[in-house]
């Protein structure tokens, strides 16, 4: 059971390129969760997904899409990388019980990205 | 617009000293977590306050829920060089969009 992984770990890009991070999960959650992580600050969700094929915008979502075409994998892609989307990206997921009254989210290890 | 704030950013603190890190959130949410993160590591969950007046323990760590008064607390007892790390409260809620906001994060670290 590898619980939240993430590929890959750690890339460069330069100003303008793509590229596309994956989240996977072996836990049958239905929510999936992108977040960045900046220096001095807490987490920011860029996008969620509460199910296969479905995906919603979060608090910082300009400059990213997001697919989840199956239930395990949410991806993250970023289509002309600039440098402010240098951070470090974490994927989350959870399994709300009855009523979605409990929304622990279980944590990737982190992609590192920085965009010169 | 939905904040959350913790206070003390930083905190440094003495072996075997107790201290509180306090959490504070601006709007209407009955739930509430908290998490720890060690340096160049991913989020750990520790606790998951879903009401008013939830207290929650885990060994040195007790955390509660004022949902009337939007805050949460942290408190550490008798704290061991173990517990250095930053600590994260986040809250969820939704109101046609689903939001899930940290807090700003304490870095806490205990001395020898």
């Known amino acids: 059971n590898a619980g939240v992984t993430q590929t890959p770990k750690f890339r460069v890009l330069k100003t303008g390129q793509s590229m596309t991070l994956l989240c996977a999960q072996d836990?049958?959650?239905?929510?999936m969760y992108w977040y960045r992580q900046d220096p001095g600050m807490g987490l920011r969700l860029i996008h969620y997904?509460?199910?296969?094929?479905?995906?919603a915008k979060g608090e910082v979502p300009d400059g990213y899409n997001v697919s989840r075409l199956k239930k395990q994998n949410f991806l993250l892609g970023l289509e002309s990388a600039a440098p402010s989307q240098t951070s470090v990206y974490f994927c989350?997921?959870?399994?709300?019980?009855?009523?979605?009254?409990?929304?622990?989210?279980?944590f990737g290890p982190g992609t590192r990205l920085l965009v010169l | 617009e939905l904040k959350v704030e913790q206070n003390p950013l930083f905190l440094s603190m003495q072996e075997g000293k107790n201290y509180t890190i306090y959490c504070n959130y601006s709007?209407?949410?009955?739930?509430l977590y908290w998490y720890r993160q060690d340096p160049g590591k991913s989020l750990e969950s520790l606790f998951v306050?879903?009401?008013?007046?939830a207290v929650k323990q885990e060994g040195r760590l007790m955390a509660s829920l004022d949902t009337k008064a939007r805050l949460s607390t942290l408190h550490i007892t008798a704290a061991v060089h173990d517990l250095s790390a930053t600590y994260f409260c986040?809250?969820?809620?939704?109101?046609?969009?689903?939001?899930?906001?940290f807090g700003t994060g304490t870095r806490l670290k205990v001395l020898a």
């Open positions: 989350a997921s959870s399994y709300p019980t009855s009523g979605a009254t409990q929304e622990t989210q279980y």
């Open positions: 836990m049958n959650h239905e929510y």
């Open positions: 997904s509460v199910g296969e094929g479905t995906t």
């Open positions: 709007t209407t949410s009955d739930r």
């Open positions: 306050l879903l009401s008013n007046g």
């Open positions: 986040a809250v969820d809620t939704y109101s046609g969009t689903y939001k899930y906001i």
